[in-house]
């Protein structure tokens, strides 16, 4: 949980990198409440017109810079450019190679994007 706070406090931060921990706590948490929102606007809609997705697309919404933050410092861990977010607009594919992406070791020591973010924690 820490991680995905962290991820939201530093929200518009795209420089720097992101470690493998930080990006996939953040993605678990992300994922996790987003499911519970969408069930509860489903509980919400029953039984009315009105449709469905208040409570998870403003969720979405909120959270939209700061996984696209905590995404490009995870690439800037792995030495690539914040640009190569933009593959994720190739459908399924693009996702795939994003997240396979991310589950690479990150470049040891300092890159050009700043400091190991492993060891600059201990």
């Known amino acids: ?3 995905y706070l962290e991820a939201l406090m530093s929200y518009a931060d795209f420089g720097g990198r992101a470690s493998r921990r930080q990006f996939w706590g953040f993605l678990v948490v992300h994922l996790f409440v987003s499911f519970l929102l969408v069930f509860g606007d489903v509980i919400l809609a029953a039984g009315s017109n ?49 997240l396979l992406m991310a589950l690479l070791e990150g470049e040891p020591g300092d890159n050009g994007y700043g400091p190991n973010p492993r060891l600059a924690g201990a």
Do not use: E, K, Q
């Open 1 to 3: 949980m820490t991680w």
């Open 50 to 98: 009105a449709g469905y997705g208040v409570l998870s697309g403003l969720y979405w919404l909120a959270t939209l810079v700061p996984a696209l933050a905590v995404t490009v410092r995870r690439l800037h861990d792995i030495g690539r450019p914040g640009l190569w977010i933009l593959v994720g607009f190739v459908p399924v594919l693009g996702v795939l190679v994003l």
